[in-house]
């Protein structure tokens, strides 16, 4: 079945977990190593691997990162908590249970906003940000007859971000896991390259008749890799609940795989509920307590953050929606943004060298905007010339936005006066120019003051090239249809 006749009949109801390994430089309660590309099964200690007598202890970053992130959220933040064992058996999970939060998660409630696939606002509801330890890892394609077991994410670190079941199409899924992304890096609390399992997605899905407010039979889709597969597997699995049920058929409760490679998702197991899990408070760690006092502080650490700039930008300095969201993409770059905008209120012109010249030098050079080697102050600068101008916008990008990069602490005044790129506003000089033009072309001067008026941009280009790009474009083109008008 097609994806577009599923949806004019049933309605999709996605909620999605998201487990985001944080950026710390031990693990969540021992001492290892929390780094990603190491030897196999060589940051791992008697603690993580679970050896008997050995006593976890915690690590007091995760608890400032998971805060982070809830007060980002605006969740509420759970001032008394603990810690649970959630038990089951599986070869890369060497103690037999993950250190998890089962009935006291550090943050409950609050919302990521999003953009719906009409371009809306929409809240995407949290149910809770808990704090557990990642299992190590099972690799599965490098031996063709065993399973191969890397123990250096044991004890990893995670925190666990759970929706509400609002979501309500795989594009909104998309752009949910695209803006939890840029907050957790907005956050610097994780790097959230998905193809390196820093940060992973699971997918439960059900659809029901359009109409209905009863939920159908749920269907886990685990270890999402990447943005795109979330909206991948989404899709594929609507039209399988869709041809299962327009059949008659049930739909099993079951965790499923997705394979990327056919676009398809696999069964894996039946879906575990809750007690299966046999939870209960973990004996080895005590109850953990935050003052109010240490939620205050953290949350006068906390950056600008994405959605909040967002508003900043579109609303009160007046950019589209397409370069307030670009700007916000990255944090960095917001805030080279920002550096500018202290001294210019020409914001759109901001926008424009930071989205075309500038990360078109980060691009070619890959580079990010902290290696940028032009202060903010020397583009706002560079504005303020073209503004006043001094120099003609189209000689800024081709000739002195180059020059500056090869001697970035020179002030672009100085390098244009150097170079002889100021503008040269003597207007007996300019209307020799314009003369001359007119004589060397005898027939485009005859058709442009007979009303031609395309041939415009002809002469404006021979005056900048003429004047080698120091005419201003504005009284040029002032004075060349004055002159013309008293062409013989």
Avoid at 51 to 78: D, E, Q, W
Avoid at 202 to 225: A, C, Y
Wanted: hydrophobic share 30%.
């Amino acid at each position: 079945m097609k994806l577009s006749q599923a949806l004019e009949k049933y309605e999709p109801v996605i909620g999605i977990e998201i487990h985001a390994q944080l950026k710390t430089n031990s693990k969540a309660f021992c001492s290892d190593i929390n780094e990603y590309g190491g030897v196999p099964n060589t940051q791992i200690s008697p603690v993580s691997l679970g050896h008997p007598g050995t006593l976890p202890r915690f690590n007091k970053k995760v608890v400032n990162y998971a805060v982070k992130m809830g007060l980002a959220c605006n969740s509420s933040i759970t001032t008394k908590m603990h810690f649970d064992r959630k038990n089951y058996f599986y070869a890369d999970l060497p103690k037999g249970y993950q250190i998890t939060q089962d009935k006291t998660p550090i943050c409950r409630g609050g919302n990521i906003i999003i953009k719906d696939e009409s371009g809306n606002e929409k809240p995407i509801n949290l149910t809770r940000i808990h704090m557990e330890e990642d299992s190590g890892k099972s690799i599965h394609d490098q031996d063709p007859f065993n399973s191969l077991i890397d123990l250096n994410r044991a004890g990893v670190p995670l925190i666990e971000i759970v929706t509400e079941p609002d979501l309500k199409s795989s594009t909104e899924a998309y752009n949910y896991v695209t803006e939890v992304r840029k907050l957790l890096r907005y956050l610097e609390i994780c790097d959230g390259n998905m193809e390196e399992g820093s940060m992973r997605c699971d997918v439960n899905i059900s659809i029901m008749p359009i109409g209905s407010n009863t939920f159908g039979q749920r269907v886990e889709i685990k270890n999402l890799n990447s943005i795109r597969n979330v909206q991948r597997s989404i899709d594929y699995e609507i039209c399988r609940h869709a041809s299962l049920l327009n059949n008659g058929e049930k739909i099993a409760q079951q965790t499923r795989n997705f394979d990327a490679s056919t676009g398809k998702t696999i069964g894996m197991r039946t879906k575990e509920s809750a007690h299966d899990y046999r939870y209960f408070p973990e004996p080895d760690l005590t109850a953990l307590i935050l003052s109010k006092e240490y939620i205050e502080k953290v949350k006068k650490s906390l950056p600008p953050l994405p959605n909040e700039l967002y508003k900043k930008y579109h609303h009160q300095l007046g950019l589209s929606d397409y370069d307030s969201t670009n700007l916000t993409e990255n944090k960095d770059i917001a805030l080279y943004f920002e550096k500018m905008i202290i001294s210019t209120t020409n914001y759109k012109a901001a926008a424009n060298w930071i989205m075309g010249s500038i990360k078109s030098y980060l691009n070619h050079t890959a580079t990010t905007i902290n290696q940028f080697p032009i202060s903010a102050e020397n583009m706002v600068s560079l504005i303020g010339m073209i503004d006043q101008g001094n120099i003609s916008n189209s000689l800024a990008s081709q000739q002195l936005f180059p020059e500056m990069l090869k001697t970035p602490t020179a002030s672009p005044e100085e390098i244009a006066k150097e170079k002889g790129w100021l503008s040269k506003n003597d207007e007996n000089e300019l209307e020799n120019i314009i003369l001359t033009i007119f004589k060397e072309n005898p027939s485009e001067t005859t058709r442009f003051k007979n009303g031609e008026k395309k041939l415009t941009g002809f002469f404006m280009g021979k005056i900048m090239k003429a004047s080698k790009g120091t005419a201003d474009p504005k009284s040029s083109s002032i004075l060349l249809n004055k002159l013309i008008k008293n062409e013989n």
